[in-house]
C-alpha cells in the first residue's frame, strides 16, 4: 500500500495528499451560477475534483492523464473499451473540495484534509490545462462559486478515483 507523509501524519490510501476525483459518464451536462449558465457539455465527463493537503503538480497531472483514457464508454459490443478522447467527448470539471469531506466523527464534516482554497485553485488550474493538453475539450465551474450542475449520467457511470492508486 503506498504511504506518504504529510504535516508529519502518514497516510495512505484515501487519506491525506491524494488528489480526488469522482468522474460520471453523462449524455449531457451543465453548470450555472446565480441562475446563468457558465458552461455546458454534450456527451463526456463530469468531473468533480478535489485537491488534498500535500498534493501537488505531479498528481493532478497524472490524474489528468488517467482520466482522458479511462475507457468507461461502450464500443459496438458494449464493452468498455474507448476513452472520452476515442469518442470525441468532453470534460466539465467542477471543484468540490467536499471530496475531502471526514464525516467519521459526530455530524458535521471537517475539512481539515482540503487543501485551503489559495493553494488549491493554482492546482485546481494546472487539472484543467492537463487535461486539455491530453485533447479533451474542456469546461469548467467556477472556483469557489455555489453551483447549480445538472448532469444526465450515462448508465449511470460513475468512478471514484485518487492519485493514491497511481503514485
Request: hydrophobic share 45%; proline share 4%.
Amino acid at each position: 500500500m503506498h504511504m506518504r507523509e504529510v504535516a508529519g501524519l502518514r497516510c495512505s490510501g484515501l487519506g491525506y495528499g491524494f488528489v480526488r476525483a469522482v468522474v460520471q459518464r453523462v449524455g449531457e451536462a451543465s453548470v450555472s451560477v446565480e441562475g446563468r449558465e457558465i458552461a455546458r457539455i454534450g456527451r463526456g465527463l463530469v468531473v468533480y475534483l478535489g485537491v488534498g493537503r500535500g498534493d501537488g503538480e505531479p498528481e493532478v497531472t497524472w490524474l489528468a492523464e488517467k482520466i482522458a483514457n479511462l475507457r468507461i464508454f461502450e464500443n459496438d459490443r458494449s464493452h468498455f473499451d474507448q476513452s472520452v478522447l476515442d469518442v470525441g467527448g468532453a470534460a466539465l470539471v467542477v471543484s468540490q473540495f467536499t471530496l475531502y469531506g471526514d464525516c467519521r466523527r459526530g455530524r458535521r464534516p471537517s475539512f481539515e484534509a482540503a487543501l485551503p482554497p489559495e493553494e488549491a485553485e493554482p492546482l485546481y488550474e494546472k487539472f484543467l490545462a492537463a487535461l486539455a493538453a491530453q485533447g479533451v475539450p474542456v469546461q469548467s465551474g467556477r472556483f469557489r462559486a455555489m453551483m447549480d450542475v445538472a448532469a444526465v449520467n450515462a448508465g449511470p457511470v460513475t468512478m471514484l478515483l485518487d492519485s493514491a492508486r497511481g503514485f
